[in-house]
């Protein structure tokens, strides 16, 4: 029915359109009829034709109005007459609309271009309209009486043919048994064993088929079930009996481990005291060989024995390192390394490197470069000492491997690390030394230690340090190419400005004046030497002999004409590059020392321009607290008779008073019967140690702000909190080093009281 209801509407629907095309084109042709008249008629201005002509247009069911009107628009003649009214008007407008209006204008052939009016014909759709109605009604009508028919023929067709075989075949299903449906077998309807029912019950029939025989193979494995249970059980009850003895095995070993880690951390504890007690006995003796054999270099000796004195200090430090690097290395394994993160120059952190171990590179005839980025920050925040020991580990380590060329460290800026490389041009490693450099007391190649010497504990040190601060080291190297290491450290860049020279610092006259270089391009020292002069925006030109700028020329001695230069040079001045330090001054000439330290290059570049430079804050307040330097009153609390020795010698050098006390005991005393401005206090002593004797001095009011400074052999983290816990100030560690007792003592001296 919705079928036939839809073609009904489909039937419907075109003969709307054709209705509407049909009213069109029947009044176009009764238009088209009507105008050759009327055109004679408006030619002739006949009116009674002109009516006749009208009132036939409205013998037309359709016609309500028509008119001629002539070239004036004036109407010549008229006829009408009113619409019909229908309840069903409503619909025939709403599919038509109400009315239509046709019009067309009058010619005649003679003059065919002369307009004589117009013929208008007004028509009421309602004649289309309800024609179209009374076809559409016909149609819905009879295509639902249609539909009904087919509809009931279809479902008694259906009914015989599908339903009723279908219900037999249900029924039939619903005679089975549930407890036994594999025993069931369907009949096939008939005359439907060939169609589709047909194959529809065969398939239930061997789908029951297939349910028997998997019901009799369900009876078979439920029986071998109930056979293998009890074999099951039993080998459930074995296995139970393994689990139960492998447990208390697991327990016995867990217990064994127990004992295990307490024996390991004890072990542990053993090896850090025997470490700490180690480091005291070692340094102790080591202090008294080292301090009397700087106190003997600094006396009147003999080319021959100060060479042999020297031999015998440079043997004591490689001595106090290796002690160090093994020392360190022991803390870092053990977890006990703590870092420091206080702001720091690295600028001046590599360059007091780089000059530390010129000397060393000098004697062998190499050149260490510093090649540092222009616009590297001034200070980052980290671990100075941690970052120097790793540089002075790579740098040693670059100058004893390489016999000739160079060492150069570069420090930049990158991905927002600091990475510092230091590459030499020494012997190399194989790809096999690559992967052993960085283990304790191995070296890359057999022969190394043979020719070289070493422990193989420098480099595993410096990895263990860059880890412990989040960074990494990498190496690539070639046999006889050089090696290169690059060192990447996670450090923030402090906050606070930095006091690094700026082009607003250079005087005038030496930007103006610039740089004259008579230094070869292939010299070592060349490249980082103009960055940094071009980054103070001063210029620098190759050198000519009618130069007016400050000369600057390397001074050495295979480089003669460079030093003829300089003895005829008129300008402003001249700066001699000594990379071998045996350069001489002569007149104006100024010496700029190798390897590069900026602030070097700035003082001589205003000594060069007869200027004298302009001192940073910094450097006025270490001038006036150098010039504000005096004698102190100073108490040595020391137990070892060398070390009284070499100490006293030290501190009476730098011009103050010492007074001796073997242990905390006598310096209690001591400080009873005299004031003193610092206490110098070992830890480790008989009687009473510094621990104890400092707890006492805070103890009492008058020696409270007493500045107590612990100087112990004792290196072993938890050492420096110990001093500090108990209420030292400050800590050094031995051998006593001049400069460390000097930088402590002024670092806690008192102020110099005032002048009434």
């Known amino acids: 029915m919705v079928l036939g209801l839809i073609l009904n509407v489909v039937q419907v629907t075109l003969d709307y359109f054709s209705a509407r095309d049909s009213m069109e084109q029947e009044i176009r042709a009764l238009i088209e009829i009507s105008h050759s008249p009327a055109s004679q008629i408006a030619y002739n201005i006949d009116i009674r034709l002109a009516e006749e002509l009208l009132d036939g247009l409205l013998r037309h069911p359709a016609t309500i109005d028509a008119r001629i009107i002539d070239n004036n628009d004036q109407t010549m003649a008229a006829a009408s007459q009113s619409s019909p009214d229908s309840r069903y008007r409503w619909i025939s407008d709403l599919l038509f609309g109400d009315s239509r209006v046709f019009s067309q204008e009058l010619m005649v052939p003679q003059l065919s271009d002369l307009s004589l009016g117009y013929l208008t014909v007004t028509i009421d759709t309602y004649h289309y309209g309800l024609m179209f109605l009374q076809r559409a009604g016909y149609t819905l009508a009879s295509g639902l009486l249609k539909s009904l028919v087919l509809t009931a023929a279809l479902l008694a067709i259906f009914y015989f043919v599908l339903t009723r075989p279908m219900l037999n075949v249900i029924g039939a299903l619903s005679r089975v048994r549930a407890e036994s449906p594999e025993k069931v077998r369907l009949p096939v309807p008939h005359n439907h064993r060939e169609d589709e029912i047909g194959q529809m019950v065969g398939i239930i029939n061997l789908h029951l088929e297939t349910m028997d025989a998997s019901l009799e193979q369900l009876r078979t494995a439920e029986s071998a079930i109930k056979n293998y249970s009890t074999q099951l059980e039993q080998e459930v009850e074995d296995r139970t009996r393994e689990i139960s003895e492998k447990n208390e095995a697991l327990q016995r070993g867990n217990r064994a481990l127990v004992r295990a880690k307490e024996d390991a951390v004890r072990r542990a504890r053993s090896r850090a005291n025997f470490l700490a007690s180690m480091s005291h006995e070692i340094r102790t003796p080591l202090n008294g060989v080292l301090g009397m054999l700087g106190l003997a270099l600094e006396g009147d000796l003999e080319p021959a024995q100060r060479n042999r004195l020297e031999i015998a200090l440079n043997a004591g430090q490689s001595l106090l390192g290796l002690l160090n690097d093994i020392l360190d290395i022991s803390k870092v394994e053990a977890g006990k390394l703590s870092l420091e993160n206080i702001p720091f120059s690295i600028r001046n952190l590599i360059e007091e490197c780089a000059t530390l171990h010129s000397q060393q590179a000098r004697r062998k005839n190499i ?273 070892n008779q060398v070390n009284q020795v070499v100490a006293s010698s030290m501190l009476r050098k730098l011009g103050h008073k010492v007074t001796l006390a073997e242990n905390g005991k006598r310096a209690l005393e001591a400080l009873k019967s005299g004031k003193f401005d610092v206490v110098l206090m070992d830890c480790q002593m008989p009687v009473m140690d510094g621990y104890e004797a400092t707890r006492e001095i805070r103890e009492n009011p008058a020696w409270r702000d007493l500045p107590v400074i612990a100087v112990t052999a004792n290196v072993m983290q938890g050492d420096r909190d110990d001093c500090l816990e108990c209420g030292m100030n400050d800590y050094i560690t031995k051998p006593y080093n001049r400069a460390d007792l000097k930088s402590v003592i002024d670092r806690w001296a008192p102020p110099e009281p005032q002048e009434g």
């Open 367 to 639: 050149d260490v470069v510093t090649d540092i980025e222009c616009d590297l920050p001034e200070t980052f925040l980290g671990d100075p000492t941690r970052t120097r020991q790793v540089l002075n580990n790579l740098l040693s380590n670059a100058i004893k491997f390489t016999d000739q060329g160079s060492v150069r460290i570069r420090a930049t800026r990158f991905n927002g690390n600091l990475r510092i490389d230091v590459i030499d041009t020494g012997i190399g490693m194989s790809k096999e030394g690559l992967h052993r450099i960085f283990s304790p007391f191995s070296q890359a190649d057999a022969d190394t230690t043979r020719l070289y010497g070493g422990t193989g504990l420098g480099l595993t040190l410096c990895r263990q340090l860059v880890e412990r601060m989040h960074g990494q080291i990498l190496v690539d190297s070639e046999e006889r190419r050089g090696t290169h290491f690059t060192v990447n450290l996670p450090l923030p860049v402090h906050d606070e400005g930095g006091s690094g020279i700026t082009p607003v610092d250079i005087p005038t006259i030496v930007r103006t004046s610039g740089v004259d270089m008579a230094i070869p391009h292939e010299h070592p020292h060349r490249l980082p030497i103009e960055s940094q002069l071009r980054a103070w925006s001063i210029p620098v030109r190759d050198a000519a002999r009618n130069g007016g700028g400050i000369l600057m020329v390397a001074a050495d001695r295979e480089n003669s004409s460079g030093q003829q230069m300089a003895a005829q040079w008129s300008g402003a001045g001249v700066i001699l590059v000594d990379r071998n330090g045996t350069a001489a001054a002569d007149g104006n000439q100024q010496i700029l020392s190798m390897p590069l330290r900026r602030d070097q290059l700035f003082r001589t570049l205003c000594a060069a321009a007869g200027l004298k430079p302009v001192k940073k804050d910094h450097e006025k307040d270490e001038g006036k607290g150098a010039g504000a330097r005096r004698s102190l009153n100073l108490l040595l609390v020391e137990d």
